[in-house]
């Protein structure tokens, strides 16, 4: 059944009004508690003016604050826009020009000049509001559509691409896969180690379980582990660049962990790193393979997965891979993922041309290289707007990133065209080496040569200390 996020509040709160929703720092709040601030919060935001449609705009970190400003939003009909706080003051301002929103909140409530709207109000949103407002939250949230718009998120640019203003549904949000996971349960203590952008549907799958949602408040990984301990986390959801911190320290994890499960999402995670997070922890360290546009569809729940899948699609969800022509392709071939689900979002915010173009009779189009096994896991082979052509021949550049991770002097590599007058274009390798010095580039053309076809060894190598990337882990080939 379609439900709207703040419902997910009320049914636990009716029946169970003492048991704990959420965590951050010091501070819990009970399912009961959640309720009620997340209505005198919501009847803030109805007298200050807000209408139902309206967008509210934040770029502040994660707290409890800005999870109760969600669910207040949620229940005055508004559509809570979140942009990360790791963005400059240009994108900041073209974003959140585009998103046009009628209130954006700041911790002090003091209007950033990076961040526009017509109202800028303090993000605890304080004050108590009349009886008459509380009384329109509760008339909008009950006569509220569940396919209304709730949420906004901006997609990430690692490509150089301007960013894109993916726009949720409380049923997209809301929605439930039929079969659960291991790690679904009301019993679980979910810590959600991740930016802003996903609190939303994190939240929202939490809260539909029950349980309970804990907020790192800790700025540095070993008080984040102690953060673990203290409230006995079971499950972190987190991504390779978080959780690459947190497996780096010099000093092993407090004694007494309760961890079962660690999800892996936002970015590929290398095997290394996984081995390294498994040893560290002792538990089964899983990956999601999903866009903002569509949440998570697959991931490495089971043991079996082999190694260098992203998994199995989930229940209820419909995958396919199609070639070029759109027709379906056979097992080990190469073909663009499309799926269709329930939790496929609306579209772009005030974009109807790329929403076409990703969007097609309820399929998305991920853009994605994939391939399916004959027991039906998936392995991604790279980008489709990435491929490289070499004098006619194309080839994905993640296909020659893998081979070049398994040469011992090779830490990190990426694979980017480079322009050529006789070919158009060659590949070229930029590598962050194991050791000094790197390896010789020859020595590096002569163990690919063993991998790969001839076209696809690259003429270039370039090395550096590191590569940029995003704050999830992503490359940022547009820098490159």
Request: charged share 20%.
């Amino acid at each position: 059944m379609d439900q709207r996020v703040e419902w997910l509040i009320d049914a636990i709160a009716q029946r169970d009004p003492e048991r704990v929703a959420l965590i951050h720092g010091p501070r819990r709040w009970t399912y009961g508690q959640l309720r009620e601030e997340s209505l005198r919060r919501a009847g803030v935001l109805v007298e200050a003016g807000l209408r139902p449609g309206d967008r509210v705009i934040t770029a502040l970190p994660v707290t409890d604050d800005l999870m109760i400003a969600f669910l207040a939003c949620c229940r005055a009909g508004g559509i809570f826009t979140t942009l990360s706080p790791l963005l400059n003051a240009t994108e900041l301002r073209d974003l959140s020009t585009w998103a046009s929103p009628a209130f954006a909140l700041t911790d002090d409530g003091q209007p950033w000049t990076a961040l526009l709207a017509s109202r800028t109000l303090p993000l605890a949103l304080p004050g108590q509001p009349q009886p008459t407002a509380r009384e329109e939250v509760m008339r909008r949230s009950a006569m509220g559509d569940a396919t209304a718009s709730a949420a906004i998120r901006a997609t990430s640019s690692a490509t150089g691409t301007r960013p894109k203003l993916v726009v949720r549904t409380h049923a997209q949000l809301t929605w439930r896969r039929p079969a659960l996971a291991r790690w679904d349960t009301p019993a679980s203590i979910n810590s959600c180690y991740l930016p802003n952008q996903f609190m939303s549907g994190e939240a929202s799958r939490v809260f539909a379980l029950g349980a309970i949602l804990h907020l790192p408040a800790s700025a540095t990984p070993r008080g984040v582990e102690r953060e673990f301990l203290r409230h006995r986390v079971t499950v972190v959801y987190t991504a390779p660049a978080l959780l690459g911190q947190l497996v780096g320290q010099p000093t092993p994890p407090p004694a007494g962990l309760s961890l079962a499960f660690m999800r892996i999402t936002a970015a590929a995670l290398p095997p290394a790193l996984q081995e390294e997070a498994a040893r560290r922890y002792g538990v089964p360290i899983t990956t999601e393979y999903g866009l903002t546009e569509g949440g998570a569809i697959m991931g490495s729940i089971t043991e079996e997965t082999p190694i260098g899948s992203i998994g199995r699609p989930f229940s209820g969800t419909e995958v396919r891979l199609l070639g070029e022509g759109g027709e379906a392709v056979s097992e080990g071939e190469i073909g663009e993922l499309v799926f269709r689900s329930p939790n496929v979002m609306l579209g772009y915010h005030d974009d109807a041309e790329a929403t076409a173009a990703i969007l097609r009779d309820g399929w998305l189009h991920t853009g994605d290289l994939a391939r399916r096994d004959e027991v039906g896991f998936y392995y991604l082979v790279g980008r489709r707007n990435l491929r490289i052509n070499v004098g006619g021949f194309k080839f994905a550049p993640e296909e020659f990133e893998a081979v070049l991770l398994q040469h011992s002097g090779v830490r990190e590599a990426v694979v980017v065209a480079r322009p050529d007058a006789a070919r158009g274009e060659v590949a070229c390798a930029i590598i962050v080496s194991v050791g000094d010095p790197p390896p010789d580039d020859e020595e590096l053309r002569s163990f690919c040569r063993t991998h790969l076809a001839g076209y696809k060894v690259p003429r270039r190598f370039e090395f550096r200390d590191t590569l940029p990337r995003s704050a999830l882990g992503k490359v940022l080939r547009r820098q490159l």
